[in-house]
């Protein structure tokens, strides 16, 4: 099964066993209509004005597809989630549970924070022992690393969490040639690297919300990040883990070897925003990196990492349950 993404605006339908996508200008002339089976489809992002009508939706629910929306500056909006298919009472009464037992979030918080960590640590060390001058970035995330244990609320480690990520942004420039980062900036991102972070993290957060959704867990019931009413909060959670991973490593990769250039973002005042054509680069690069595979610690067989987030929530779910302790995806 394929993820689709609708860059043109117009109309998706129904027609029979298929989706039917047409083409709309801005004049209102139609193009020529795009037939999609509809078992082909496992999830749809939407970055255009789309036309479609509660048929649809309750067509797309039935098929349980996902469907995720971003507006004109590639912020994500939010998301069409069919009806929950395999959520469990027990699973969710469990996961509530949790969440009110400070300490046991507490501790879930933890093992979070420090899973991230220690991705971005490794991402560091790599260019470290690359010849990349970067003793000193590395020494503070060790140092912020061995504190985690020591905080007494989710406020202060957040604050942690929040240093650490500082002495990892500060490498970015030792990192990736010829585009300066000054600091992370996000609505708007205010240079080329911040722009792809913040579209590469939309784009792991939905990764991340797909695999919760096949899940019995609760996507709006979270450890590290507080709940919110408008927002899956739990794909927050996973998605810490597995930005270092996918989205950092990817933007090394297609800046340091010339995939993306100067001209393939729009500089406006105060903003930077990936064209339409350079956005369809990064996300075939996307859908390749979720395919890539690897050989897992535990199970001693390849894997890809789109399958390695499913897996985390299912460590995430025996956690909860009380059937085994977890233990982060820290890549090797």
Same mark, same amino acid.
């Given at each position: 099964?394929?993820?689709? =993404?609708?860059?043109?605006?117009?109309?998706?339908?129904?027609?029979?066993?298929?989706?039917?996508?047409?083409?709309?200008?801005?004049?209102?002339?139609? /193009?020529?209509?795009?037939?999609?089976?509809?078992?082909?489809?496992?999830?749809?992002?939407?970055? /255009?004005?789309?036309?479609?009508?509660?048929?649809?939706?309750?067509?797309?629910?039935?098929?349980?597809?996902?469907?995720?929306?971003?507006? =004109?500056?590639?912020?994500?909006?939010?998301?069409?989630?069919?009806?929950?298919?395999?959520?469990?009472?027990?699973?969710?009464?469990?996961?509530?549970?949790?969440?009110?037992? /400070?300490?046991?979030?507490?501790?879930?918080?933890? =093992?979070?924070?420090?899973?991230?960590?220690?991705?971005?640590?490794?991402?560091?060390?790599?260019?470290?022992?690359? /010849?990349?001058?970067?003793?000193?970035?590395?020494?503070?995330?060790?140092?912020?690393?061995?504190?985690?244990?020591?905080?007494?609320?989710?406020?202060?480690? +957040?604050?942690?969490?929040?240093?650490?990520? +500082?002495?990892? =942004?500060?490498?970015?420039?030792?990192?990736?040639?010829?585009?300066?980062?000054?600091?992370?900036?996000?609505?708007?991102?205010?240079?080329?690297?911040?722009?792809?972070?913040?579209?590469?993290?939309?784009?792991?957060?939905?990764?991340?919300?797909?695999?919760?959704?096949?899940?019995?867990?609760?996507?709006?019931?979270?450890?590290?990040?507080?709940?919110?009413?408008?927002?899956?909060?739990?794909?927050?959670?996973?998605?810490?883990?597995?930005?270092?991973?996918?989205?950092?490593?990817?933007?090394?990769?297609?800046?340091?070897?010339?995939?993306?250039?100067?001209?393939?973002?729009?500089?406006?005042?105060?903003?930077?925003?990936?064209?339409?054509?350079?956005?369809?680069?990064?996300?075939?690069?996307?859908?390749?990196?979720?395919?890539?595979?690897?050989?897992?610690?535990?199970?001693?067989? +390849?894997?890809?990492?789109?399958?390695?987030?499913?897996?985390?929530?299912?460590?995430?779910?025996?956690?909860?349950?009380?059937?085994?302790?977890?233990?982060?995806?820290?890549?090797?």
């Amino acid at each position: 099964m394929k993820t689709y =993404y609708l860059f043109n605006p117009g109309r998706l339908s129904r027609k029979d066993n298929t989706l039917k996508f047409l083409p709309i200008d801005e004049e209102g002339n139609e /193009g020529q209509p795009k037939y999609i089976p509809v078992e082909d489809v496992d999830n749809l992002y939407i970055f /255009g004005n789309l036309d479609a009508n509660s048929s649809l939706y309750n067509f797309l629910g039935k098929n349980k597809i996902t469907v995720h929306f971003f507006d =004109y500056y590639e912020h994500y909006t939010g998301s069409f989630m069919p009806k929950e298919y395999l959520q469990a009472g027990k699973v969710q009464v469990a996961q509530t549970q949790l969440y009110l037992d /400070g300490v046991r979030r507490l501790v879930l918080a933890q =093992y979070l924070i420090e899973g991230a960590a220690r991705n971005m640590l490794r991402n560091v060390r790599y260019y470290q022992n690359r /010849g990349k001058n970067l003793a000193k970035e590395v020494t503070e995330i060790e140092t912020l690393i061995a504190s985690i244990g020591t905080v007494t609320s989710t406020e202060a480690l +957040m604050g942690i969490e929040g240093n650490i990520r +500082m002495a990892y =942004y500060s490498a970015f420039d030792a990192i990736i040639d010829d585009f300066p980062m000054d600091k992370r900036s996000k609505q708007p991102p205010l240079d080329e690297v911040n722009a792809l972070i913040s579209f590469g993290n939309m784009l792991c957060y939905t990764a991340c919300l797909d695999q919760i959704y096949h899940t019995q867990l609760n996507p709006t019931i979270s450890f590290l990040h507080q709940p919110g009413a408008r927002r899956y909060s739990l794909a927050l959670d996973l998605a810490e883990i597995f930005k270092p991973v996918l989205v950092d490593r990817m933007i090394f990769s297609l800046l340091n070897k010339k995939q993306l250039q100067k001209n393939d973002f729009d500089q406006r005042i105060n903003s930077v925003r990936l064209k339409e054509s350079s956005r369809k680069k990064l996300l075939r690069e996307w859908d390749q990196r979720l395919k890539d595979t690897f050989k897992h610690a535990s199970l001693k067989r +390849m894997v890809s990492y789109k399958h390695a987030i499913r897996l985390e929530c299912y460590k995430l779910s025996k956690h909860i349950l009380g059937i085994d302790t977890y233990k982060p995806f820290v890549l090797r």
